[in-house]
């Protein structure tokens, strides 16, 4: 016969396993650019995603709003989807994106290394049903004098301010008009506080190419055996480059060009979840001037948040002959915005910034264990 606290012990721990599965979420990943009418969304425009085409967005963002660094390029958008169905279809400025609609599972729904799911829609034409002033052509999403620029109502295109609406009266038949004589008056009411600033006009002068950054730095000599800093601004990643010299070098100059996506030089994505693309060169300086390299460059928190990354993880990759190469990368500090990490090589060449993502929570094996040890613990003491 089944000892009865065996079968207490199994049943304690087959219960503590569904435990992870009881309270686990399945949230998709979606990453890439949003473009309105052939040209990069513009600041502010609202990108959702909404599950089995309900019509209540599961997940909102806005383009380059608030939580979104300020270096993101035009038309960026990340959307962490919770898969509480089987589909899940985008929108951009209330416009569904003409695309299949895709699975919600979880994990990147991108190639993994750069944002490529790209959302593309053509403006709303006047006169058509609309929920946001940046779906439509005329820049306006009204009814009456009310304008629709979030969504929490249905209006019409146009591409006049919203106004307000026409009223008709009945004419009497005194001072020269004709009795029952209808007259129709319309009244004009200017609404200050819903007349959009930035949603109308900034399209037009962007592109949907992924930003390219590129700065150089020049030193005017570095005397043999010495060093020689670079520094750059926030829009390249790194903060400064400094090289150790063998010989004595004159206008010396680095350059670093920054980028999303995979330099056309490189055949293989860099490992892991990609940050930016870093490619380094130098002009008047020869690599046997070279000792060493010192690179100090920066992540966002809020990427490493928004991607789920791992910080220990973070690391400087160098390309160089057909390989990816991880160096070992020390964290240097941190602030309320970045993280500032540093690296040691020998050369330039294409580096990557990457991080990997935290693994399955591991608290969550360890409740287990505990809720097995406490059953065990429970049966040897009944047993005394």
Known sequence: MINKSVVSIVLVILLALSIPQAFAQTVGTWRGYAIVSSSAAA????????????TAAAATTRIRGSEYASEVPQGYYSLDVECTGAKVNFKVCGITVALPS?????GPHYNGTTPNFNLTVTKLSAGTSCSYSCGCSGGYCCSGATEYTDGSGT???????????????QGGGGGGGT???????????????????TTTTIVSTTTTTVPIVEETETVVTIPAGQTGTFTYTESVAISDITIETKNAVSNAQVT????????????????NVVHSYLTITKANIQDADIE????????????????????????????????WTALATSKLSEDANYVYFEVTTTGFSIFAVTGQQVAYPWILLVIVVLLAAVAIFLVWKRRR
């Open 102 to 106: 895709e699975s919600c599972t979880a």
């Open 43 to 54: 600041n502010g425009t609202y990108v959702t995603a909404h599950i089995d085409n309900a």
């Open 292 to 323: 060493t390299v010192t690179i100090k460059f920066k992540v966002e928190k809020s990427w490493i948040a928004s991607n789920n990354i791992d910080e220990a993880t973070i690391a400087l990759n160098r390309y160089e002959n057909n390989v």
């Open 179 to 197: 009795a029952g004589e209808t007259t129709t008056t319309t009244t004009t009411t200017t609404t200050t506080t819903t007349v959009p600033v």
């Open 256 to 271: 670093i060009t920054k980028q999303s996506d995979l330099p056309a030089t490189v055949t293989i994505a860099a490992p």
């Open 155 to 169: 209006g019409t295109c146009q591409s006049s301010v919203c106004t307000g609406a026409t009223t008709t009266t």
